[in-house]
């Protein structure tokens, strides 16, 4: 395509650029048509399936409705369920006609024919079936109704809702394949977007090529042109004809040259005037300027001069008066620098410790281009310290020292030795200049001069670091040596007293058996005065005042010494003048001085008379246990063997069996004796607290046994008496008493039981009338396995360990057991345990849990809404608790359905709901288990899953809280907001704002409203 311009540069390109842009909207234009008419055809395509699954949906929700509704009725018989019923199922029917004839009318898709006659002929047949079910409740036949909903119903419901499925499944398959058909299309019509950029890229690259012929080339040439002319060249273009813009800057181009070349004739000859009078000015000129720099030159000498004075001045005090090395260094060195106009310094010295080469101190160096000590100094300090001669080179700066502006190129090093008075080499001082390269003589003299200064003063400086280290060093030796004397003084004493607390006594001897050393333990055992003799061969003599025979004692002890003994072991007895008879063992260790090989003797004296008595009780426990075991047994196996070996009648076969029963259950209760007293003992015995009452478990263990052995049980029992505890352990309290009581009085028979409040405790008191406890066996009664040993006992048996396990139960229940018993005339045991008080609920949160955790966290959380509560770990224990509650019920109870005890949550829940004045009080059911089969929410009535944050629990409490007594006169069935706006409407209630939470919505009314 070629254009012959006609008018000027900018119309033509204006032209070009217009029609370039006319065409590429012309094509954009009719790409996005086309591209959304693709796209609107197939999203109205989308939208009428997704409509059309929406309709189903709602039918298929609709008929769970009406199956809930007619269900609800049909369990719970209301007639407002039976009238939410008849409505839908109206309703229903209409929009299933519509919804089906919707379906076969339309031009797309699938008709469902067959899947809606279904449908038809499944809500037909219910609908036929609902009106016999309703009338079956009606007359309360709910045997037909169930046999009815097995059979008929749930079939037509369950087929109803598989061919919905079946509709809904087809009506997700036409949306799946009408978005892929779309991304099919966006696929393809993705290719225009391409043939519109290409088709604009060629006529770019035509106009392009136009405006480099036309007019990019001719400027550039006038642009060499300008170019040269500006270089000092008079250059002139070559005219192409034009008549438009570039034809007449070329005329102008021309002109210009010209001009400029009369121009430059003219001012050549005006410019050499003008030379020869500025070359006799500047004659003049240069010379006043000598003058002036001369003048200047010295007034910089003779303040320079001063001020050189002043800084030596100023660094020759600041070399005196530092007491510490880094104030002298930090000072002085400082104060080189600034006399002699300076950069950096360091200051090396030879460790004579270490033979290496410290950095004493550096400053002005950039951070980590001095190591802290060198092995060996080489080059130029090397040199300057072997030829006591200060030396200069010029070095390359690394590049962390060009400074801030990377202005400094090079250094000046200058290496000067340090001498003492005796010319000897005490160290080397670098002194770097950055930025030069120059050596000046008169500078270098100064240097030398003032680094001689600081050599004497660092030498004396040294000197008198040293001296005050070592007045240092001695002042710390001095007070390690005190700390060390005084823990030697404080580990002293703690020997002393670690022996003195022991338990064994300890006697030490040299090798010839003077006592060197006895503890006060020594003393307490056998009144040794450990300075009533000097040797050990005295002790024995000693004892004879204590004990009957010492001779065995007095033999070991000179076969220690002697060192003819191989088993430095010995036991003996000694036998006090009050008859009781002490045990005690005695070792011996031989202590061996390396140093003066001499040979001292600890002799140990242990005490082991609670062990003897241990084994003497370990004794008697196996001769008891074997004897009560043995004989249990034996009855078992000899009948047994009986039975099993002889023809034997059957009513002695009977007697038989029941003996071999009776001994079984006593050798049965011998064994659980014994476990339970090992679980107390080792404080393993778990205790199911809970409220109980006591009077009824009194009772009920009293009549158990009532005749046993001829002996009747008089009770006289206050009743209603409760207490806290675990009933099966205070039932085997009981069961001890009784079985002690009646064991102990066979020539007795009755035995009398009382119960009664006394202040804030209940006292049970269990009276026999036999044999009565002798004086002597009071004081061990409750020791285990002891038994009164006279002739009136022997043949009753037992192990001795009821009355120790009775003990051990009641103390565990905070209580207390006490006898009184007079012999020959009866026992009375008398338990005293605090009672039960039942905690008021009236205006409380009550909280029922056994976890002590989650239930003093709920209790705080309530504390922050200025509410208080109450806490309960047992059912028993709310049940008592609401009982006594009078006035004012519980503001909400929340349940934990496993607790501790026989009852759960559930029996709690139902004791609330039958309480006529609190039974309208909102529960929260908190557990970790499902929801029962038949459990339903209520407004009242709430169930909370564990594990749950608390502020879910604070929000539905605070909303059950919150619940206005009557019965609302509007319920909606859904969390649907127009629907509950229209239904309020109604009612003449206007909806001011909303808050939807979890499970309500709270609707904001107006203030007129």
């Known amino acids: 395509m070629a254009f012959r311009i006609r008018k000027s540069i900018a119309a033509n390109v204006s032209f070009l650029i217009f029609a370039t842009m006319?065409?590429?909207?012309?094509?954009?234009?009719?790409?996005?048509?086309?591209?959304?008419?693709?796209?609107?055809?197939?999203?109205?395509?989308?939208?009428?399936?997704?409509?059309?699954?929406?309709f189903v949906e709602s039918l298929h929700s609709d008929s769970q409705t009406v199956v809930s509704d007619l269900r609800a009725y049909l369990a719970f018989g209301r007639e407002d369920f039976l009238k939410e019923f008849l409505d839908i199922r109206q309703t229903f029917d209409a929009k299933l006609t519509d919804v089906s004839g919707h379906f076969r009318s339309r031009s797309y898709g699938e008709p469902f024919n067959g899947e809606w006659e279904a449908i038809r002929k499944a809500w037909d047949s219910y609908l036929q079936s609902s009106e016999t079910m309703i009338a079956l409740r009606k007359s309360g036949n709910l045997?037909?109704?169930?046999?009815?909903?097995?059979?008929?119903?749930?079939?037509?419901?369950?087929?109803?809702?598989?061919?919905?499925?079946?509709?809904?499944?087809?009506?997700?398959?036409?949306?799946?394949?009408?978005?892929?058909?779309?991304?099919?299309?966006?696929?393809?019509?993705?290719?225009?977007?391409?043939?519109?950029?290409?088709?604009?890229?060629?006529?770019?690259?035509?106009?392009?090529?136009?405006?480099?012929?036309?007019?990019?080339?001719?400027?550039?040439?006038?642009?060499?042109?300008?170019?040269?002319?500006?270089?000092?060249?008079?250059?002139?273009?070559?005219?192409?004809?034009?008549?438009?813009?570039?034809?007449?800057?070329?005329r102008g181009i021309?002109?210009?040259?010209?001009?400029?070349?009369?121009?430059?004739?003219?001012?050549?000859?005006?410019n050499k005037e003008l030379i020869d009078q500025r070359d006799l000015l500047e004659a003049q000129n240069e010379e006043i300027s000598a003058q002036q720099i001369e003048q200047q030159e010295m007034l910089i000498k003779l303040t320079d001069r001063e001020r050189e004075l002043e800084l030596i001045t100023m660094y020759q005090e600041k070399l005196t008066g530092h007491v510490e090395m880094n104030a002298f260094l930090e000072h002085s060195i400082r104060a080189l620098l600034q006399a002699l106009n300076q950069d950096a310094v360091v200051l090396i010295a030879q460790n004579p410790e270490t033979a290496l080469y410290d950095v004493v101190y550096a400053y002005g160096y950039p951070p980590g281009v001095l190591p802290s000590t060198y092995t060996d100094l080489y080059g130029p300090g090397r040199r300057a310290l072997q030829e006591k001669q200060p030396l200069y080179r010029v070095r390359m700066l690394r590049d962390d020292e060009r400074g801030i502006h990377n202005g400094y190129d090079k250094a000046l090093d200058q290496y000067y030795p340090l001498l003492d008075e005796y010319s000897q080499v005490i160290g080397l001082l670098l002194i770097t200049a950055y930025g030069t390269d120059e050596t000046n003589d008169t500078l270098h003299r100064l240097t030398n001069g003032l680094v001689r200064q600081f050599g004497l003063a660092y030498l004396a400086q040294r000197t008198n670091e040293?001296?005050?280290?070592?007045?240092?060093?001695?002042?710390?030796?001095?007070?390690?040596?005190?700390?060390?004397?005084?823990?030697?003084?404080?580990?002293?004493?703690?020997?002393?007293?670690?022996?003195?607390?022991?338990h064994e006594g300890m006697v030490m001897c040299d090798g010839q058996g003077r006592i060197l050393f006895s503890n006060e333990r020594m003393n307490d055992m056998f009144a040794f005065d450990r300075f009533s003799g000097s040797n050990v061969r005295d002790f024995g003599r000693h004892l004879q005042s204590v004990s009957t025979d010492t001779r065995q004692l007095d033999a070991f002890a000179e076969a220690v010494l002697d060192g003819s003994l191989d088993q430095l072991e010995e036991r003996f007895s000694i036998v006090q003048e009050d008859g009781r008879e002490t045990h005690f063992e005695i070792y011996v260790n031989s202590i061996v001085d390396a140093i003066e090989n001499t040979r001292s003797f600890l002799f140990v004296f242990r005490d082991r008379t609670s062990e003897e008595r241990a084994d003497e009780m370990k004794n008697e426990f196996i001769s008891i246990v074997s004897h009560e075991l043995r004989t249990p047994l034996a009855s078992v196996l000899g009948f047994m063997e009986i039975l099993l070996h002889r023809d034997i009648p059957k009513p002695k076969q009977q007697k038989y069996m029941e003996t071999i029963y009776k001994e079984a259950n006593r050798l049965s209760n011998l064994i659980n004796d014994f476990l339970d007293l090992q679980r107390m003992e080792s404080g393993k015995q778990a205790y199911q607290m809970i409220p109980f009452d006591v009077s009824a478990l009194v009772r009920e263990v009293a009549e158990q046994w009532q005749g046993k052995q001829d002996h009747r049980i008089e009770l006289r029992i206050e009743p209603g008496i409760h207490m806290t505890g675990d009933v099966d352990r205070m039932t085997q309290v009981m069961h001890n008493l009784l079985s002690n009581a009646i064991k102990y009085s066979p020539e007795a028979d009755r035995v009398a039981v009382h119960i009664a409040r006394s202040g804030d405790e209940a006292v049970i008191e269990v009276q026999d009338f036999g044999l009565g406890i002798p004086d002597e066996a009071k004081d061990k009664l409750f020791t285990k396995f002891y038994r009164v040993d006279n002739s009136d006992r022997r043949q009753i048996g037992g192990t001795g360990l009821g009355l120790s396990i009775v003990k051990e139960i009641v103390e565990s229940h905070q209580g207390s057991l006490t006898f009184e018993s007079e012999l020959g005339v009866g026992s009375i045991f008398r338990i005293r345990v605090g009672m039960y008080r039942a905690t008021g609920l009236g205006d409380k949160v009550v909280i029922i849990e056994d976890d002590e955790n989650l239930s003093k966290l709920i209790a705080v959380a309530f504390e922050k809404l200025n509410v208080s509560a109450v806490q309960l770990r047992s059912a028993e224990d709310a049940l008592l608790s609401l009982n006594k509650?009078?006035?004012?019920?519980?503001?909400?109870?929340?349940?934990?359905?496993?607790?501790?005890?026989?009852?759960?949550?559930?029996?709690?829940?139902?004791?609330?709901?039958?309480?006529?004045?609190?039974?309208?009080?909102?529960?929260?059911?908190?557990?970790?288990?499902?929801?029962?089969?038949?459990?339903?929410?209520?407004?009242?009535?709430?169930?909370?899953?564990?594990?749950?944050?608390?502020?879910?629990?604070?929000?539905?409490?605070v909303s059950l809280m919150e619940l206005p007594q009557s019965t609302p006169t509007v319920v909606f069935p859904t969390q649907d907001e127009a629907a509950i706006t229209s239904q309020l409407e109604e009612k003449g209630i206007r909806v001011a704002d909303w808050k939807v939470k979890q499970d309500i919505i709270e609707v904001e009314v107006r203030k007129h409203d």
């Not at 234009?29 to 997704?50: C, F, Q």
């Open 254 to 270: 021309n002109f210009m040259s010209d001009e400029l070349r009369q121009r430059h004739v003219a001012l050549a000859e005006t």
């Open 143 to 250: 045997e037909q109704i169930e046999t009815m909903s097995r059979t008929v119903t749930t079939s037509k419901v369950t087929e109803m809702s598989r061919n919905f499925q079946t509709i809904l499944d087809a009506q997700n398959e036409s949306v799946k394949r009408g978005l892929e058909d779309n991304r099919r299309r966006t696929g393809k019509l993705s290719l225009l977007p391409v043939w519109l950029i290409a088709v604009t890229a060629l006529a770019s690259g035509l106009l392009i090529v136009y405006l480099r012929r036309r007019v990019i080339s001719p400027i550039l040439r006038a642009d060499a042109a300008v170019n040269r002319i500006a270089a000092g060249d008079y250059a002139l273009m070559e005219l192409s004809g034009r008549s438009d813009e570039l034809g007449r800057l070329e």
């Open 22 to 54: 006319l065409l590429f909207a012309v094509l954009v234009t009719a790409v996005g048509w086309t591209m959304n008419s693709h796209i609107e055809e197939a999203r109205d395509n989308l939208e009428l399936v997704l409509q059309d699954q929406a």
């Open 466 to 502: 040293e001296r005050r280290k070592q007045s240092y060093l001695l002042e710390e030796l001095y007070e390690e040596l005190s700390q060390e004397r005084d823990s030697l003084e404080q580990q002293r004493d703690l020997v002393r007293r670690i022996i003195e607390s022991i």
């Open 885 to 957: 509650t009078t006035g004012h019920g519980p503001l909400i109870c929340i349940v934990d359905v496993q607790l501790d005890g026989p009852k759960t949550g559930w029996d709690f829940i139902a004791e609330l709901l039958r309480h006529p004045q609190y039974r309208n009080t909102p529960v929260i059911v908190s557990t970790v288990l499902e929801p029962p089969k038949h459990y339903y929410e209520t407004e009242t009535g709430k169930y909370l899953r564990k594990p749950f944050t608390i502020d879910r629990l604070l929000e539905l409490a």
